[in-house]
């Protein structure tokens, strides 16, 4: 992978993927910030992704929220299993069990011989996972179940969802000043999101063999 990364912040003509410094979308320089969502159009014109850095969010936020999702998947499977929604319809966040989810079931459908069921059912990925939407009566969302132990994990993955919901609407920002729209253009059509947090954990490739 490193090879198709440049580790310049400039956009480099042997970089497939730009990476790109975004402090000066936090900054008063006008100039400044519509030449980087300019830089930011051409990637996504061009390319279609880059790469973040100085994104803005705090390291303590990050390695709390680090720590303590390791905290959370460290616990006996029977105090996890209290947060699997018992109706997803009404919730569709909180644990996932490992295998419980199937992202290949769509490709598996698709891939269907003549002589295959369509009624058996792939393996489940391995992956285990907790998921956490906004906390807002708005949107039209359930409130946020969350577990009670570790007694960090609450504040920590609220905080860090505040902080990434914050740098998603300065990306917006500069989307709509790429597309030569007013910077706030996205605001009013992004008040009511659905946005999910989700922690995904791999079991080793030993624990995977155990289990297959």
Excluded at 60 to 83: A, G, I, Y
Excluded at 147 to 160: D, K, L, T, V
Excluded at 163 to 176: D, I, K, Q, T, V
Excluded at 190 to 195: E, N, R, T, V
Aim: glycine share 6%; net charge negative; hydrophobic share 35%.
């Amino acid at each position: 992978m490193g090879s198709l990364l440049s580790t310049a912040t400039g956009d480099q003509p042997d970089s497939l993927v730009p990476i790109i410094d975004i402090g000066d979308l936090t900054s008063n320089d006008d100039a400044a910030k519509l030449a980087l969502a300019k830089r930011i159009g051409k990637a996504c014109e061009e390319i279609g992704f880059f790469i973040v850095v100085n994104h803005g969010v705090p390291k303590e936020v990050v390695d709390k929220v680090w720590t303590q999702t390791l905290n959370f998947f460290d616990q006996p499977l029977e105090e996890k299993c209290k947060l699997i929604s018992d109706d997803e319809a009404k919730y569709p966040y909180g644990y996932s069990m490992l295998g419980a989810e199937t992202l290949s079931r769509g490709k598996s459908v698709d891939n269907l011989s003549a002589d295959d069921s369509p009624d058996s059912k792939p393996t489940g990925d391995m992956k285990e996972m907790f998921n956490m939407g906004p906390c807002d009566e708005r949107a039209g969302m359930p409130q946020r179940r969350m577990p009670s132990e570790p007694a960090g994990f609450p504040p920590a993955f609220e905080r860090y969802y505040e902080e990434a919901n914050m740098l998603a609407h300065r990306l917006l920002g500069a989307f709509a000043l790429a597309l030569d729209l007013p910077e706030d253009w996205f605001v009013q059509k992004m008040d009511k999101h659905i946005s999910a947090l989700r922690a995904n954990n791999y079991p080793s490739a030993q624990a995977q063999d155990s289990l297959t």
